[in-house]
């Protein structure tokens, strides 16, 4: 089994987060009510909003638990990197569903990165990508100040996407 790449373990989970590395800190709408939570919950659980952004997912479980593995490859032909992860935290509560992963060894990155889907008392559905990371490989380091744009594009990404699946289920719905 590979070894996280970083000792502040679990610190996506609430915060804060801890000095020396890029953070990232991103918020989406995404839905209303306790079924386009469920729904949101799901998909980022079962790393379907993940697929479905276009990333290559190979998970050692269907959905997100403590120790899971996790591989996730984004780009195409040389262009593709892969990164392994393990889930460190997940939550499966009334109000809050999501989990973190950590890198492991080989990862392009060094850190963590949380994926959070929120029901807040007016109904309000939200979903937070919360990160913190820094380059652990030579071409991490030679992207330099473009990484934290990609890391910034691709939460996004997941958000619209998010958003779509839960239309999509909410259009089923009715």
């Not at 499966?92 to 807040?120: K, W």
Request: hydrophobic content about 40%; some cysteine.
């Amino acid at each position: 089994m590979s070894t996280l790449t970083y000792p502040e373990v679990g610190a996506t989970r609430l915060g804060p987060l801890p000095d020396g590395y890029h953070h990232l800190h991103h918020r989406n709408r995404i839905g209303h009510g306790r079924a386009d939570f469920e729904a949101a919950g799901a998909a980022v659980t079962e790393f379907r909003m993940h697929r479905v952004a276009g990333a290559r997912v190979v998970a050692s479980t269907r959905r997100a638990e403590p120790g899971a593995a996790v591989r996730v490859a984004l780009g195409a032909g040389p262009f593709r990197f892969t990164a392994p992860c393990r889930v460190i935290w997940t939550e499966y509560a009334a109000q809050r569903i999501g989990f973190g992963y950590g890198t492991l060894t080989r990862h392009p990155e060094c850190g963590e990165e949380s994926f959070v889907v929120d029901l807040a008392d007016d109904g309000t559905v939200s979903f937070t990508v919360m990160a913190f990371s820094r380059p652990a490989r030579w071409y991490a380091r030679l992207a330099g100040p473009l990484v934290p744009v990609a890391q910034l594009w691709y939460a996004r990404r997941l958000g619209s996407t998010l958003r779509r699946i839960v239309t999509e289920a909410r259009q089923k719905r009715n």
